[in-house]
């Protein structure tokens, strides 16, 4: 089975001048805020008084509130043109309303539509800020992994999204960044919720050159020969349990006149069973996202490419398949890194690191402005912040960036230390370095690992091991599963290197 078939299946989006009440459609999606007088419906900008007055007096009848993931379908009535109208929540009319708020309610009212053709988005879309939020709220929110589903209903086909602004150039702009923003999620999502039977360290490979094709992005593949010829020790070791070789792909994007050179790197492990030092059957259940970093750093870096940044942006996939084979490495092996420094591998289940410590020695050869590294590295992640928070170390100046754009973007990114005081615990007796230090801290312990390697390169780690993937029920534009969760941050921090 191919994974490229769901990769393309993209919502169709459109901005339009032309009054929404009277546009034919499926549904209409309209806003619904909280007051103190009862919920109210937003839309003064569009909608005509004789559409608005008939579903605000149904409202408290119909028990809607207009608090922040609401959703509610009704019957669009004479004063619209739509078969139904989709009410969805803002919160308290009296709290702003932030680009995050449009995004979720946009995406919370398409995801409840699947199966419908034609979706008028009515929301508020007064500035190219609100345009591009409602646009990207709503491509995150339509889409759905069917790859595997012999019958699912379809994502919304078409969107047509009104607002005054639909001939403004910098909302227009705002809809290309949204569209480059959900094609690249989307294609994030597709990777991280492809069955491990399909997606290894080699597919993953052709599907970054298939992904790139085209386009201003080059891609390189170095195979296990290559890496041993390397002295990729660590890529190697944790690959060498699987019948599956590992794979380094370097993915370039080179524009003529750049401002600043960042390599992204990302862990790739396609399926992490633990190793020799065996994960319990629980604790197995989805690591086929344990290559989200990966998947995220290809598609921003297309992203970046597709948007025509100024930034030279050279992505790093570190892609092994961690299992506990006859070749398997042992706790207590010793390995050699592309930077030459030894690791005792107490514990083959902390591979992450060991993928990660060689493609940011390679990343680092190349002497980039900065390195940030994506993973889904440590339970400890999900035990400090949760699923919905990640976590952001490194340097104080590259850290700061990757929060403020975050903040910007909408996604959480919480800063954390790495405390000199816990490097002691990497000490090994017979190597520069192990594995595994204290439980306690484990994601600074980790993150304190990965720093051996990028010297003094100004640095990010980013652990998104609780955030990539969504092990509950769906919210906003949030589906289950794989999220492409950073990939908004990573492309605010390069956006904000090109206007540096
Ligand atoms: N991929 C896991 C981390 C993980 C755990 C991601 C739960 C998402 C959810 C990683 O490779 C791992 O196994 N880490 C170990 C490290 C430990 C052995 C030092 C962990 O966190 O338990
Ligand atoms: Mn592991
Ligand atoms: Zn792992």
């Not at 946009?106 to 345009?131: E, I, K, M, N």
């Not at 994502?155 to 047509?160: I, N």
Request: no cysteine; aromatic share 4%; net charge negative.
């Amino acid at each position: 089975m191919s994974l490229r078939a769901s990769i393309d299946v993209v919502t169709d989006l459109t901005l339009t001048t032309k009054n929404p009440a009277r546009t034919r459609a499926d549904a209409i999606v309209i806003a619904v805020a909280g007051g103190p007088d009862g919920p109210r419906v937003l839309g003064g900008e569009h909608l005509p008084p004789k559409a608005v007055a008939p579903l605000t007096a149904l409202l408290p009848a119909l028990g809607v509130t207009g608090k922040a993931g609401e959703v509610v379908r009704v019957p669009a009535g004479d004063g619209l043109a739509a078969t139904v109208a989709v009410l969805t929540g803002v919160g308290p009319e009296s709290a702003a309303l932030s680009p995050e708020t449009l995004r979720r309610a946009a995406g919370a009212a398409v995801r409840s539509l699947a199966g419908t053709a034609d979706v008028v988005l009515a929301l508020p879309a007064a500035d190219a800020a609100q345009v591009g939020a409602v646009a990207e709220g709503a491509l995150l929110g339509a889409y759905r992994f069917d790859h595997y589903k012999t019958s699912d209903p379809a994502p919304v086909a078409r969107l047509v999204l009104a607002t005054p602004l639909a001939r403004d150039k910098d909302a227009k702009a705002a809809l290309v960044r949204a569209q480059a923003i959900g094609a690249g999620v989307r294609a994030t999502r597709d990777l991280v919720n492809a069955s491990p039977k399909h997606l290894y360290p080699e597919s993953f490979a052709e599907e970054a050159r298939a992904a790139a094709r085209g386009t201003k992005v080059t891609v390189t593949v170095l195979d296990e020969n290559d890496l041993a010829a390397g002295g990729y020790g660590g890529i190697l070791g944790v690959g060498q349990g699987s019948a599956r070789p590992p794979r380094l792909v370097k993915v370039a994007y080179s524009p003529a006149r750049a401002k600043a050179h960042y390599a992204l790197v990302g862990k790739g492990i396609t399926f992490d069973s633990g190793g020799l030092s065996l994960k319990p059957a629980k604790g197995m259940e989805n690591m086929k996202d344990d290559m989200a970093g990966a998947a995220t750093v290809l598609h921003t870096v297309l992203a970046a490419a597709a948007l025509g940044l100024p930034v030279r942006v050279t992505g790093w996939l570190a892609l092994a398949e961690n299992m506990p084979g006859g070749g398997a490495q042992r706790p207590s092996d010793v390995v050699t890194m592309r930077d030459g420094t030894t690791v005792e591998v107490l514990n083959t289940d902390a591979e992450g690191r060991l993928v990660l410590g060689d493609a940011l020695a390679a990343a680092r050869e190349e002497a980039p402005d900065a390195i940030l590294d994506i993973a889904t590295l440590t339970g400890a992640q999900v035990v400090a912040l949760g699923s919905r928070v990640a976590a952001v170390m490194g340097t104080d100046d590259v850290r700061a960036d990757v929060v403020a754009a975050a903040g910007a973007v909408g996604e959480q990114f919480w800063p954390m230390p790495l405390p000199e005081e816990l490097r002691d615990s990497l000490k090994s007796p017979v190597a520069d370095i192990a594995n595994m230090g204290d439980r306690f801290g484990g994601m600074l312990v980790a993150g304190l690992f990965l720093k051996e390697f990028v010297g003094d390169t100004p640095w990010a780690h980013l652990d998104v091991a609780g955030p990539a993937y969504n092990e509950s029920s769906a919210y906003g534009y949030t589906p289950k599963g794989g999220t492409g969760m950073g990939l908004r941050t990573l492309l605010g921090v390069l956006e904000a290197a090109a206007q540096r």
